[in-house]
């Protein structure tokens, strides 16, 4: 079976906002990308949303997720909560071998990875990986695959936008540090900044992805894949990045919808 892998590094899905409107959907060529990874017109979608911080968000999240891939492209949806991981552990498993598609949202990556590995969900998504499901999702749902990533856990903790970016393991399905949003330029959460200084005494290559892209990757080849963002002007990009012999090196992902070498992305060359 081929492991999939799609990591989003932002971008609005259409949620609701606090005044009844809604957010712009952007994503969705990334989302279409996803499902044809399946190989299935209409897959399973399971939700699973560990990164949101109270059972309220989540549900949320659950909804906009189900107008996407339920309502608008046809496919069976589930949705598996934090408290049922914790008291259930029998239907996580049923739900994830349900599942053609695991999805993980934005929100706290430091205490969603805290929560696999407290209940050993982080060797159930390595298991459903092995299987050849499309494991996905967007900003903490993108760091959680690889080995290291550059997070904003402690401002979503603290609710403070002055709280510094910090470095985080992760799962290491793939051995690389990834950086999602990595347009953004706030001047407390630089994430371009953050992953330079946090490559400097690393062994691996740093991947940011901007918001409106997103990194796939198929056993050992990847790509890049691009969704249309509603400001015309921001143009989205996925960029290499690493240290060596002194020197820190930084490089655009060609974006053709091509596939290319896994290997040649990971090394420092």
Aim: net charge positive.
């Amino acid at each position: 079976m081929k492991k999939k892998i799609v990591a989003i590094g932002g971008g609005e899905n259409g949620h609701r906002k606090s005044d009844g409107s809604y957010h712009p959907y952007e994503t969705e060529h990334i989302d279409k990308e996803i499902i044809r990874l399946t190989d299935k017109d209409k897959p399973n979608f399971l939700l699973i949303a560990h990164s949101q911080l109270n059972s309220e968000l989540e549900e949320r999240y659950f909804e906009t997720m189900k107008k996407i891939y339920g309502d608008r492209f046809g496919c069976e949806c589930r949705f598996l909560k934090r408290s049922e991981l914790v008291t259930d552990f029998h239907k996580a498993i049923d739900d994830v071998v349900w599942a053609d598609i695991i999805y993980e949202g934005g929100g706290d990556t430091q205490g969603m990875i805290e929560l696999w590995l407290q209940t050993g969900f982080d060797k159930v998504l390595y298991d459903a990986w092995c299987c050849g499901k499309v494991m996905c999702g967007v900003s903490a749902g993108a760091n959680c695959w690889f080995k290291s990533c550059s997070s904003d856990s402690l401002k979503i903790q603290l609710n403070d936008n002055r709280a510094p970016m910090i470095v985080l393991n992760c799962l290491n399905f793939i051995p690389a540090f990834f950086t999602p949003h990595c347009n953004v330029k706030i001047r407390h959460s630089n994430r371009m900044r953050h992953m330079k200084r946090s490559l400097k005494n690393s062994d691996v290559v740093g991947i940011g992805v901007s918001d409106c892209a997103a990194l796939a990757i198929v056993d050992d080849e990847y790509k890049l894949i691009t969704s249309v963002p509603a400001n015309k002007k921001i143009k989205p990009y996925g960029i290499k990045a690493f240290w060596k012999n002194g020197r820190y090196y930084k490089e655009y992902l060609i974006n053709d919808n091509e596939y290319r070498n896994l290997k040649s992305l990971l090394r420092k060359d």
